[in-house]
C-alpha cells in the first residue's frame, strides 16, 4: 500500500507549488551576421555564423542535401541547358 495524507493540502499550498509549471517563450538573441533571431549559446541556422564566426558553410550543406535527395527521386532532376546554334 502507498502512503496517504494524514491532512489535505489547502489550495493555495498547491497553488503555490504549480506556479512554478508553466511554459516559457524561448529566448532569442540577434545573430552578429545576418541580424536573424536565434537561440543564445548556439550557431545560426539561417547563415552558419557563431560569434562573428562561420563555423558550419549553410550552403554546401544545403547543396549536399538537395543532390541526395535527387539522387533518392524525391527532387526532379537540374535539367543541363543547351546552347542553341
Known amino acids: 500500500m502507498g502512503g496517504v495524507p494524514k491532512q489535505r493540502h489547502t489550495k493555495s499550498r498547491r497553488n503555490k507549488r ?5 511554459l516559457r517563450p524561448p529566448t532569442l538573441v540577434i545573430c552578429s551576421h545576418c541580424q536573424k533571431p536565434t537561440m543564445p ?30 539522387e533518392k527521386g524525391l527532387e526532379p532532376k537540374e535539367k543541363k541547358q543547351e546552347k542553341e546554334p
Open 18 to 22: 504549480r506556479s512554478q509549471i508553466f
Open 41 to 70: 549559446h548556439t550557431i545560426c541556422q539561417n547563415c552558419g555564423y557563431y560569434h562573428n564566426r562561420e563555423v558550419i558553410d549553410v550552403l554546401k550543406k544545403a547543396e549536399k542535401k538537395k543532390k541526395k535527395r535527387a
